[in-house]
């Protein structure tokens, strides 16, 4: 009876597998000499595969092949080929994106902080070409201004001076068109010597008193009068009591920028009539100052910063 119960289970177990197709899997072990092996051949595909992206200028590609040698096979001797060859595949791709740069700024980074001399170099002679390819007069400004790079600055003087000849009707346009301080005191510094120079400063200040006065802006007290009325012109003793440079703007019969240093006074003589007035200092936290006089005879005001 045993022997029949036995037939039978192996019966069922053999037609089990025949209908359900029974697999047998066998676990694979690999030595450690033989793991080496296989991640060895690894990495040396993936090194081909980086040399041929380079090769094919799919630098972007090559460095994330070594990187992946670099991230995951710390212990082999490639990983010093990988290290060597994604510098030299950053350094073409960084090179390949400085012939692209527009900006004057950024090639500045790669001159002054590469370590690289190609990078470095390439940097130079794209800065080199912009300078004298640019339409743009402004550009050529920021450039000078920073007072670097000084053998290209007399190829960037000559450029800017060929390029303000043909855009000064262009520039006094735009500039006529936008009316705000910023774009006219951008304008005189391209252009000191314009026939127009003394208007145009004079409504530079107009410009910066509205702007102040469309901001926001703490009530300036009225100044102290002296003395007997004069309907012609006024003068005004006016003292810096603070600790910042301190600059007036008159707008009204004429207008004047006046700027005081610290502790100092200094006398000041203006047209008489209604004025808007603004105080101002070079401290980010100090807020603007602005109010409105009718000036005729003699006066003396006081600026200070009170908590």
Avoid at 11 to 39: D, G, P, V, Y
Avoid at 111 to 116: A, G, M, P, Q, T
Avoid at 267 to 283: E, I, M, P, W
Wanted: aromatic content about 8%; hydrophobic content about 35%.
């Amino acid at each position: 009876m045993k022997h029949i119960s036995a037939l039978r289970v192996l019966l069922f177990f053999s037609f089990f597998c025949i209908s359900q197709s029974c697999k047998i899997e066998t676990k694979n072990e690999f030595s450690l000499e033989e793991t080496r092996a296989m991640e060895q051949g690894k990495i040396l595909q993936l090194l081909d595969r980086a040399k041929n992206q380079i090769r094919n200028d799919q630098l972007q590609e090559a460095i994330l092949s070594l990187d992946s040698i670099i991230d995951n096979y710390g212990t082999y001797e490639e990983v010093e080929e990988a290290y060597i060859l994604k510098e030299t595949a950053r350094d073409r791709f960084t090179i390949e994106k400085i012939l692209t740069l527009k900006n004057m700024d950024s090639l500045m980074i790669y001159i002054v902080d590469s370590e690289s001399d190609d990078i470095k170099q390439s940097a130079e002679q794209r800065l080199s070409d912009l300078i004298t390819t640019t339409d743009d007069p402004q550009i050529l400004q920021d450039f000078l201004d920073t007072n670097q790079m000084v053998s290209l600055r007399p190829n960037a003087k000559k450029r800017q001076e060929e390029l303000l000849k043909q855009k000064e009707e262009i520039l006094f346009g735009e500039a006529s068109q936008k009316n705000n301080a910023k774009t006219w005191k951008k304008f005189l510094k391209m252009y000191p010597d314009h026939p127009q120079k003394n208007s145009i400063e004079d409504n530079i200040i107009k410009l910066e008193v509205d702007e102040i006065f469309n901001g926001e802006y703490g009530e300036i007290p009225t100044s102290n009068k002296m003395g007997a009325t004069n309907y012609v012109t006024s003068d005004l003793e006016i003292t810096n009591n603070t600790s910042y440079t301190l600059t007036l703007r008159y707008s009204g019969p004429e207008n004047r920028r006046i700027i005081i240093s610290p502790g100092a006074t200094q006398d000041v003589q203006l047209k008489s009539g209604d004025y808007r007035v603004t105080a101002s200092v070079n401290a980010t936290r100090v807020n603007n100052y602005a109010g409105r006089e009718s000036l005729n005879g003699m006066y003396t005001s006081s600026y200070y910063i009170s908590n």
